[in-house]
């Protein structure tokens, strides 16, 4: 009896062990599951001499979402900390707040240089054609970048 309670209780150890040094899986939503595949690129051409420079793509994951990817070569100043991510229907910022900014899209801000993602909550059509680098605090464009 106590060679049977003392395989069960080795058991009901190993197992404890074995869950307790299982590696916990986290899934990050802002970032595409499985490969990401682009379908539209473009260079970033820098404005007011901001240094913007390096890829931007737009494509879906595996799962379908759409993203913007900045690529790993993805410069700007950053002497105001943040800059933010557009895309649009045309090269130039155009706020237009008394009709909602049907030609820009806001996709986030971006602190720092290389590659990252922006996830797109709707999808956007062929008419966005550009990525727009836009710096609110000083109320000037960093670069676009068309994409083709």
């Known amino acids: 009896m106590n060679r049977i309670l003392s395989i069960l209780t080795l058991g009901l150890l190993s197992l404890l062990f074995l869950s307790a040094c299982k590696e916990e899986v986290i899934i990050d939503p802002t970032q595409p599951s ?37 690529g790993s070569d993805f410069t700007t100043n950053f002497a105001t900390g943040t800059v ?49 680098l836009w710096c609110a605090s000083a109320n000037v464009p960093f670069g676009y970048a068309p994409l083709n």
């Not at 901001?50 to 931007?56: L, Q």
């Not at 909602?100 to 602190?111: A, F, Q, Y």
Request: hydrophobic share 35%; glycine share 12%; net charge neutral.
């Open 34 to 70: 499985g490969a990401f595949t682009a379908s539209r690129t473009g260079t970033f051409i820098a404005q007011n001499a901001t240094g913007s420079a390096g890829m931007a793509s737009l494509g879906t994951d595996e799962d379908g979402a759409q993203f913007l990817k900045l």
């Open 84 to 132: 933010t991510v557009y895309l649009s229907k045309g090269q130039t910022y155009t706020a237009d707040p008394a009709n909602g900014n049907p030609s820009l899209r806001l996709l986030g801000v971006t602190r720092k240089a290389g590659e990252q993602y922006f996830k797109l909550e709707t999808a956007v059509g062929a008419d966005f054609t550009h990525v727009i």
